[in-house]
């Protein structure tokens, strides 16, 4: 047997070293316990949160391993940016909501359905607010008063911003010129200030800064897709189908088209491509998936008509009234439908085919993604009233 | 292509057939000695071996010290199938405008089929116990075959992620080497991961 020895390439950087174990001579099978601790980075960074923030007390070198931030913003990178679903309950005297469970949805079927429905967080609705969402973050308003707050259901951090008491959430952005994470806000309340477009920085204690765009009411009814450092909106306009655009950068807003689609359309991103998506307006049975294959040139192409059996499931499952409230998920190539027929949520794929049900008096899809975070945000921390919560549960 | 052993001392320099690069046969030797023969499309899914066949250091074959039989015929499985399938992927795909309304639903399951196969050949490859799965990271890493090491990886990950701390510890033999002080503040710090 020829002894050339050949170079073990160079493990790339982000790979950390700790304590090596014993090693095996060359040329013998090794064993688990004589693998190289690099190789476990490769795998804790493939674990999904809660399993990571678990693995950090098996020893030292894990611990240490998980929790640099270079680490953590890989981690950050692969986790799916899941879509959220609501979770309406129910009080069991009658139909006042009690609180709403937030769920990122699972796209794999054949996952257990707990795994799929699994809450990360319980918020008290009993007045309901608004939410954004951004990266790991999610910003919403609880109680009567309509407090802001910013919360990370991965680490369970939770803050309440004040300075933007009596705002209206429009979108929320990682402002990339200062690295930090902004909210795009909405006013009409002529003691706060002028109506209009408001940007805040989080963790910041200067007050909003106006932006302008007097109607920028006209966005509140429908939630963002950032895509490509822009926040993107329908919009009913006059002049045809057009996007609102908001440049994350610059900010500042424009327009672009969008193709033919009734108001209000879902907007997502699917192949990495920004997509918009909507049943037929004529029959309301086929759902027409558009995508936009040339983005800077604002040109659109219709991808998918999608027609679904609507007469035999409103028949098996119950009435389908609210088409607009439906969302298309997209995932390691595959795309799923979600709609509602009655209490049920129903999952298509592509082909129109059933493929899984979830029955929920309450479960509305929302129209977010969640992409999990265990990065430690430095805004955080700077907040009056920060805590980590040990519950999900966020009253007020 | 199956890969096969080889008499260990057959020359593996000629190539198989004249004119086409790809049915060029490369000869890998494993660290106890015996030899696997794979097409150069399929062993140049390895970075390293790439190189080295870019370098014309793979003409006498290409020792791999680091990589018993049994973990080396299991990596050269899966890159014939993945070779395979790179080659497939410039798949004529219908118009969506050109189709009538019937054909439009099967239109879009195109390459549905060929993806589902691939997925069960990969989940099957890794069914294995962890000192296997281990022996086949450290060979993708070796050998720098990206999908292998992820396919490793995660399955790994998938397998512990519902797992106690004390069950970690005792899969993969590893001591706890915190103070009781140490190992309660991880463990208070995000109590809710480890009860709920």
Known sequence: MRSTTVEKKPLPEKMLTAAPLAQSSTGESSTVTQSPVESWTEILVRLPPKALLRCRAVCRAWRGATSTHDFLLAHHA????????????FKCDGDRVKFLDIIPFDHRVG????????????????YPGMEVSCDGLLVFSVGENRNLSVYNPATRQYAPLPQIAGFMLLGMYPHSPTGKYRLLLYLSDANLGQDGSYVFSLGSDQSPR???????????????????????????????????????????????????????????????????????????????????????????????????????????FGKFVEYWNFMVT?????????????EWLLQFDINGKLIASFHFRGLVPAEHCLKQTLVQHTFFPMLQGYVVNNSSFIGC | MAATPADASSSSSEAVVGGEKSNKMITLISSDGESFEATEEAAKMSVTIKHMIEDG?????????????????????????????????????????????DDDNNNNNASAGEKEDLKSFDASLVAVDQATLFDIILAANFLSIKGLLDLACQKVADDIK?????????????????TKEEEEAVRKENAWAFNE
């Not at chain 1, 822009?230 to 002049?239: D, F, R, V």
């Open chain 1, 111 to 126: 996952a257990a359905t707990a795994d799929r429905l699994q809450s990360v967080a319980q918020i008290d609705l009993s």
């Open chain 2, 57 to 101: 250091c793979a003409d006498d074959g290409i020792p791999l010290p680091n990589v018993p039989a049994k973990i080396l015929s299991m990596v050269i499985e899966y890159c014939n199938k993945h070779a395979a399938d790179a080659d497939d992927t410039n798949k004529h795909v219908a118009d969506p405008a050109d189709a009538d309304e």
């Open chain 1, 210 to 316: 106006y932006k302008g765009y007097p109607n920028a009411f006209e966005l509140m009814f429908t939630r963002p897709i950032l895509f490509r450092g822009n926040l993107h909106w329908q919009i009913l306009e006059s002049a045809g189908n057009m996007l609102k655009v908001f440049d994350t950068t610059a900010e500042s807003f424009r327009q672009m088209r969008a193709p033919p689609l009734p108001y209000p359309a879902h907007l997502f991103e699917m192949d990495g491509m920004l997509s918009m998506s909507s049943f037929d307006e004529a029959t309301n049975t086929t759902i027409d998936i558009w995508m936009s294959q040339d983005y800077d040139n604002e040109l659109w192409a219709l991808k998918y008509r999608v027609k679904l059996p609507v007469a035999d499931l409103t028949v098996q």
């Open chain 2, 162 to 178: 519902d797992k106690s701390v004390e069950e970690v510890r005792e899969i993969f033999k590893i001591e706890n080497d915190f």
């Open chain 1, 78 to 89: 692969r986790q799916p940016a899941l879509p959220l679903i609501y979770a309406y309950n």
């Open chain 1, 330 to 342: 997209s995932r390691d190539g595959g795309v799923s439908m979600l709609v509602k027929f009655g």
